[in-house]
């Protein structure tokens, strides 16, 4: 890693904060890793002149981030289905990431002046340093994990008495009330988030399994859902509406696996449900999660294909 006079902020970067990537990893090094800070992918090849320049200037900006931006570099020659997906007309091409989709980015070299001014923007993204409470989200979380989410709310509430802006606290007292089925509560916890952090990923989590929880309502039960679509194989509501009840009934899976059926069957119906709703369930979800990450790769495919 070429430093340019920044020893210090070079040193103490982890190990990981600049790497090579490729299409094998590009969901963990890229989409994962940007749901906690945002991070620049640079699509380079060998032969590329300006890339040689830009990269190392790249490289020097973010090591002086100090951790609040991370890079990967993508050989464009050795990573054509990457490269195509993303429609990489020529290099370089840079595009930032962060909580899993692209913020920004250009084309071509820049001035080390306005490559400085494009990875502090970045920086500026990156989520400040808690102030105590993590540890106490943490433990609500692992009381709604069991079940007790009476008590999760509680906690909740009680850090969010401490501090109002916090996306963490905010996401899991909207998810504590659907999982008592106060749906009621649940949306006018999500009236209540802050304006300047109602675009957090946490918050899209939960906003999205509110979401669900209301379409779940008036879905209908499984039975008649299963036998609607038994009698008649085209009836892309009922099989829309199945996916949405076996989600609400615990098979993500299985609900995935309908909406790309229902993708592949007519891809445009209901100005494009299908799709629309497995963001939804994606975005209701980890984004680790097997299921989102297969369900990603297998939509992916049919719409590339």
Request: glycine residues 8%; hydrophobic residues 50%.
């Amino acid at each position: 890693m070429l430093e340019f006079g920044n020893e210090t902020a070079a040193s103490e970067a982890p190990a990981d904060l600049i790497k090579d990537g490729s299409e094998a990893t590009f969901m963990q090094d890229v989409i994962e890793a940007s749901q906690t800070v945002p991070v620049i992918v640079d699509f380079w090849a060998p032969w590329c002149g300006p890339c040689k320049t830009l990269g190392p200037a790249l490289e020097a900006a973010v090591a002086e981030a100090g951790g609040k931006v991370r890079m990967v570099k993508l050989d464009v020659d050795k990573n054509q289905g990457i490269a195509g997906q993303l429609q990489i007309q020529s290099v370089p091409t840079v595009y930032a990431f962060f909580e899993g989709k692209p913020v920004d980015g250009f084309q071509g070299a820049l001035p080390p002046s306005e490559i400085k001014a494009f990875v502090d923007k970045l920086a500026a993204m990156a989520p400040d340093e808690d102030n105590g409470l993590a540890d106490a989200v943490a433990a609500a979380e692992e009381m709604l994990t069991e079940g007790a989410a009476e008590d999760a709310a509680q906690t909740f509430a009680a850090i969010l008495e401490e501090d109002g802006n916090f996306a963490g606290a905010w996401g899991g007292l909207i998810r504590a009330h659907l999982a008592m089925g106060q749906l009621d509560e649940a949306e006018a916890a999500l009236n209540g988030v802050p304006a300047e952090i109602s675009d957090a990923s946490e918050i899209e989590v939960a906003a999205a399994q509110l979401d669900l929880a209301k379409q779940a309502a008036d879905a209908g039960p499984l039975t008649e859902l299963r036998a609607a679509l038994e009698a008649d194989e085209g009836n892309h509501q009922a099989r829309l509406d199945l996916a949405v009840a076996m989600h609400a009934n615990g098979d993500s899976e299985g609900a995935v696996d309908m909406l790309l059926d229902l993708f592949r069957r007519d891809c445009d119906w209901n100005d494009g449900a299908a799709k629309a709703q497995l963001f939804t369930v994606f975005e209701a979800l980890k984004p680790e999660d097997p299921v989102v990450l297969n369900g990603r790769r297998r939509l992916s495919s049919m719409i590339f294909a």
